[in-house]
Every structure is written in structure tokens, then in C-alpha cells.
């Protein structure tokens, strides 16, 4: 997304793992939500993969995609998109790591009274969107930050056959993810990211009268 006057809009953080692309489309669509939003700008980042030879280490800088995430991200940010692939129903391992490598924001409440959201990708149509939503939220709430999910005033919502939750947003991509997101699911996409920028500016009107 944009990268120019993070310093003048309201930073959102878009953070996601995606193995094979899916979970990073549904991101940059959420990312196109948030920048729809006057004053509001996405900043997506990802999260490396989790190795289980201990001698394995990633590139400072993916070789595609958004940078890997650092803590200064949950500082600056004023809402948080947060996406994973789902694993047996729940996030994947990557993501995990991360959040469990967060105790020391926890404890100064960085992230306490932001809004935040979730958002999915799973290879089959009943492969565990909600649950992997669900468990996506767990240290959202720990952090104490407001979680949001999308409202039946979207009539996406009752048409899609793909993905799109109460919970979050979803896809279903397919084993190979082949799949490409449904007109419903991109819809659902942008409007989370876009009910998500709305709120953080509303939560937070001293910066936005700062900004004008």
C-alpha cells in the first residue's frame, strides 16, 4: 500500500502469514478498504516462517510481499488487520510465534482499546475458516484491544458460497489455491477494511484533529 506520509495518516496495520498467496490477496484487499478511507493508510507487514531445524534462519527482507513485522508496527498502528491460513482450525504456527513473542506489550497495553479484525484463507470450503478466525482473536482480546467482525447489513454475507464470515472475512482458495476470490469475498474484503479504518478514526479523534 501507500508508503508516503505514514507520519500524517492514520496508520493501520495489515498483518498476515500466507504460505501460497491467498491470505496475502484477501490482505492487499482489506489494505485497499483502509486506504479508501480519508486519513487512514495500510501498512502491511508479514510474519517469517517458522523452521523446525533450529539452524534455519530467514532473510532480513522477504524476497516478495510486504516486510516482516516489528514491534514499532503494534506502537504506531491505530487498528490491526490480523490474517492466517488456517492449520487444523487454527492460525498457523508463524503467527503464533509472533503474538506469543509479545508479552512485553501486553503487559504496557500497547495495543489496549484499539480495533482490530481477522481474516482467512483455507484450502477446503469447511477446512476450519471460523475456528482459525476465532483462535486469530484469543490474543487480540488478551491484548485488550476491540475486536470487530462484519455485520449482516452486508448482504454479501447471505449470497456468498466461498468465504465471508460474521467473524472476518475468508476465502476458500482450493488445495493448490487455484481458487479466485469470489466477487462476494473481495467485497466483504475491502468493506472490513473500510468499517476498520472508520472506527479507528472514531476512536481516536485527537489525531484526527491533529491531522486537519
Known amino acids: 500500500m501507500n508508503s508516503s506520509n505514514i507520519n500524517v495518516n492514520t496508520p493501520i496495520l495489515v498483518l498476515y502469514y500466507s504460505r501460497h498467496g491467498s491470505t ?24 517469517p516462517a517458522v523452521s523446525t531445524v533450529t539452524e534455519a534462519s530467514a532473510p532480513d527482507i522477504p ?15 491505530q487498528g490491526l488487520a490480523l490474517g492466517s491460513p488456517t492449520r487444523f482450525g487454527n492460525m498457523a504456527s508463524a503467527m503464533k510465534y509472533f503474538w506469543d513473542g509479545t508479552s512485553t506489550d501486553w ?50 454475507l447471505m449470497t456468498t458460497a466461498s468465504g465471508g464470515t460474521p467473524y472476518g472475512a475468508s476465502h476458500w482458495s482450493g488445495m493448490n489455491g487455484t481458487h479466485p476470490i469470489s466477487a462476494e469475498s473481495r467485497i466483504l474484503a475491502i468493506a472490513q477494511g473500510r468499517r476498520l479504518a472508520e472506527t479507528a478514526l472514531k476512536l481516536n479523534p485527537k489525531r484526527n484533529t491533529a491531522r486537519a
Not at 24 to 47: F, N
Not at 128 to 140: H, Y
Open 107 to 156: 503487559l504496557a497495553g500497547t495495543l489496549a482499546g484499539k480495533p482490530a479484525c481477522v481474516f482467512t484463507s483455507t484450502g477446503s470450503l469447511h477446512g476450519g475458516q471460523e475456528s482459525t478466525l476465532i483462535s486469530m482473536m484469543t490474543p487480540l482480546l488478551h491484548h485488550g484491544m476491540l475486536v470487530m467482525g462484519l455485520p449482516y447489513t452486508l448482504p454479501e
Open 63 to 77: 524476497s516478495e510481499g510486504a516486510p516482516y513485522v516489528e514491534l514499532a508496527d503494534l506502537h504506531e498502528c
Open 24 to 47: 496475502r490477496k484477501l490482505a492487499e484487499l482489506i489494505g485497499q478498504g483502509i486506504d479508501a478511507v480519508a486519513g487512514c493508510e495500510a501498512r502491511l507487514r508479514t510474519v
